[in-house]
């Protein structure tokens, strides 16, 4: 065992910064558009259905696919990291989308009408009322996105971007069962740590009541 | 005595109904005008035109004098206190914070904020170092409505619309929020519009009484003379009150 964190233990650690890495660019990525994108179609309800269902679709293409088809595009396939990046924002957006215009669309009607009899402009009424009421919902579909990214991240290696699927992939070829958790195990614990801290943000701004909202 | 709301000729319909037909009538300053009727009569819908919530396609409202239509709708609607029945307390936000919420938008400093949101919560009778930090879950439903009156008057307003403010409310809660209204109307002297579907708040509270049916108006009158009227429609609202009252005497007689 010794031996093994011995040969192992910096490349375990690199890579799960690697892994790390690739998770947070493609939620900071998925975050900058799907929130704005999700407010926006609280207001224009009509365009809901068709991106909503785009981003549905993006979901449904598996993984390995998915890094397939980014590959031999021009700039992007250059390095393998960008692929991966933009392949897992294209997966975080959904949940996030959903949850941005689910959570702002389920806010009571009259308490927004309040907001605007009360004389607030409607930035005030979106900073002040909506975006708070929203934002347990919001981190809910953020904490989703990154527990799939953080998944769907070890298939990268494929592809070169590196993160802890390497060592799985490495272990599968040679059949190598502690190189497979070396990779998993890290990955597993990752996923593990995101949902938790996540989980707790989310209680964090969840509005006070007796019956928390879903 | 000036007219602190009045209507002039006010038409509304929407999706091909006519919800509100030619009315007209005045609330002087400092006085309160109930408007009664039944449910879908166009009382919410009358009382909105005055924050512009709603616009009348015909007519116009003034607030002292002056058209809302020329007025800029966020001043307008920050001019205004607007109390409306059970639901219009934000649920993250703290009975002080809600309270000062007026303020909060037009940029008033946040100790002056808090200062006024006390003074206003023990105004209304709720003693400010118990409730200014609770959340709307933990107020009975009386003292939601205490913290919603004292919201609407946080930005010192000269008229105040109240949409049907103790209408969830049992009866000992609601003569207790009529009597502390009145005491506070009595002193303060806002221009009040109350819509309401209860005789006996609107004979409580209003200095005159309006009654709308199916978007008329069909009486404008003084408490006393509304008991007394013989339009069909006053007599049968009257009537439809006191129908408890007057079984039970009827009954005794036998």
Same mark, same amino acid.
């Not at chain 1, 989703?144 to 599968?172: N, S």
């Not at chain 2, 396609?57 to 609607?77: F, N, P, Q, T, Y």
């Not at chain 2, 007599?235 to 009827?250: D, Q």
């Given at each position: 065992?010794?031996?093994?964190?011995?040969?192992?233990?910096?490349?375990?650690?690199?890579?799960?910064?690697?892994?790390?890495?690739?998770?947070?660019?493609?939620?900071?990525?998925?975050?900058?558009?799907?929130?704005?994108?999700?407010?926006?179609?609280?207001?224009?309800?009509?365009?809901?259905?068709?991106?909503?269902?785009? @981003?549905?679709?993006?979901?449904?293409?598996?993984?390995?696919?998915?890094?397939?088809?980014?590959?031999?595009?021009?700039?992007?396939?250059?390095? !393998?990291?960008?692929?991966?990046?933009?392949?897992?924002?294209?997966?975080?957006?959904?949940?996030?989308?959903?949850?941005?215009?689910?959570?702002?669309?389920?806010?009571?009607?009259?308490?927004?009408?309040?907001?605007?009899?009360?004389?607030?402009?409607?930035?005030?009424?979106?900073?002040?009322?909506?975006?708070?009421?929203?934002?347990?919902?919001?981190?809910?579909?953020?904490?989703?996105?990154?527990?799939?990214?953080?998944?769907? !991240?070890?298939?990268?290696?494929?592809? =070169?971007?590196?993160?802890?699927?390497?060592?799985?992939?490495?272990?599968?070829?040679?059949?190598?069962?502690?190189?497979?958790?070396? %990779?998993?195990?890290?990955?597993?614990?990752?996923?593990?740590?995101?949902?938790?801290?996540?989980?707790?943000?989310?209680?964090?701004?969840?509005?006070?009541?007796?019956?928390?909202?879903? | 005595?000036?007219?602190?709301?009045?209507?002039?000729?006010?038409?509304?319909?929407?999706?091909?109904?006519?919800?509100?037909?030619?009315?007209?009538?005045?609330?002087?300053?400092?006085?309160?005008? @109930?408007?009664?009727?039944?449910?879908?009569? %166009?009382?919410?819908?009358?009382?909105?035109?005055?924050?512009?919530?709603?616009?009348?396609?015909?007519?116009?409202?003034?607030? +002292?004098?002056?058209?809302?239509?020329?007025?800029?709708?966020?001043?307008?609607?920050?001019?205004?206190?607007?109390?409306?029945?059970?639901?219009?307390?934000?649920?993250?936000?703290?009975?002080?914070?809600?309270?000062?919420?007026?303020?909060?938008?037009?940029?008033?400093? +946040?100790?002056?904020?808090? +200062?006024?949101?006390?003074?206003?919560?023990?105004?209304?009778?709720?003693?400010?170092?118990?409730?200014?930090?609770?959340?709307?879950?933990?107020?009975?439903?009386?003292?939601?409505?205490?913290? #919603?009156?004292?919201?609407?008057?946080?930005?010192?307003?000269?008229?105040?619309?109240?949409?049907?403010?103790? #209408? @969830?409310?049992?009866?000992?809660?609601?003569?207790?929020?009529?009597?502390?209204?009145?005491?506070?109307?009595?002193?303060?002297?806002?221009?009040?519009?109350?819509?309401?579907?209860?005789?006996?708040?609107?004979?409580?509270?209003?200095?005159?009484?309006?009654?709308?049916?199916?978007?008329?108006?069909?009486? +404008?009158?003084?408490?006393?003379?509304?008991?007394?009227?013989?339009?069909?429609?006053?007599?049968?609202?009257?009537?439809?009150?006191?129908? =408890?009252?007057?079984?039970?005497?009827?009954?005794?007689?036998?």
């Amino acid at each position: 065992m010794n031996d093994f964190f011995s040969q192992y233990g910096d490349e375990i650690f690199e890579l799960t910064l690697e892994h790390l890495w690739l998770t947070l660019a493609a939620m900071l990525f998925a975050t900058a558009i799907a929130v704005p994108l999700g407010v926006w179609l609280t207001r224009r309800p009509q365009w809901a259905r068709p991106v909503l269902g785009t @981003a549905n679709v993006l979901q449904t293409i598996p993984s390995l696919a998915m890094f397939g088809f980014l590959l031999p595009l021009p700039w992007l396939g250059d390095r !393998a990291a960008r692929v991966a990046i933009i392949a897992l924002t294209a997966y975080a957006l959904l949940p996030i989308l959903r949850n941005t215009y689910t959570g702002i669309r389920s806010i009571d009607p009259s308490l927004l009408s309040v907001a605007q009899a009360l004389g607030l402009t409607d930035t005030q009424r979106f900073l002040k009322v909506e975006l708070p009421l929203a934002s347990s919902f919001i981190l809910a579909g953020l904490r989703t996105a990154t527990v799939t990214c953080v998944g769907i !991240a070890t298939i990268a290696a494929a592809v =070169g971007a590196g993160g802890l699927g390497e060592l799985i992939f490495r272990g599968v070829a040679s059949v190598d069962n502690e190189l497979v958790l070396a %990779g998993a195990i890290p990955a597993a614990l990752l996923a593990l740590a995101c949902d938790g801290g996540l989980g707790l943000m989310e209680r964090w701004f969840r509005v006070p009541g007796p019956s928390p909202a879903p | 005595m000036s007219a602190g709301i009045e209507f002039r000729n006010v038409g509304f319909s929407m999706a091909g109904r006519r919800l509100l037909t030619e009315i007209s009538f005045a609330v002087e300053e400092g006085t309160t005008t @109930a408007v009664l009727g039944r449910s879908g009569s %166009g009382k919410t819908t009358l009382l909105r035109t005055v924050n512009r919530m709603v616009d009348p396609i015909s007519g116009e409202v003034l607030v +002292h004098g002056k058209s809302v239509r020329s007025a800029d709708l966020i001043a307008l609607r920050r001019s205004i206190g607007y109390v409306i029945q059970e639901t219009g307390l934000f649920p993250h936000m703290t009975a002080e914070r809600d309270v000062a919420l007026v303020l909060e938008a037009q940029g008033c400093p +946040h100790e002056d904020r808090v +200062h006024v949101a006390r003074d206003l919560l023990g105004v209304v009778g709720l003693e400010q170092r118990v409730f200014s930090g609770r959340y709307p879950h933990q107020l009975s439903g009386g003292q939601r409505q205490r913290v #919603g009156l004292a919201r609407a008057l946080a930005a010192d307003p000269r008229v105040l619309l109240m949409d049907e403010p103790f #209408g @969830a409310l049992d009866p000992l809660t609601r003569a207790e929020m009529q009597d502390m209204l009145r005491d506070l109307l009595a002193r303060l002297r806002k221009t009040v519009l109350l819509v309401t579907h209860d005789l006996d708040e609107a004979l409580y509270l209003g200095d005159r009484i309006v009654l709308l049916e199916e978007g008329k108006l069909i009486a +404008h009158l003084a408490p006393e003379e509304f008991l007394q009227s013989r339009e069909p429609a006053v007599e049968a609202y009257v009537r439809a009150f006191h129908r =408890g009252e007057l079984s039970a005497a009827g009954e005794k007689r036998a």
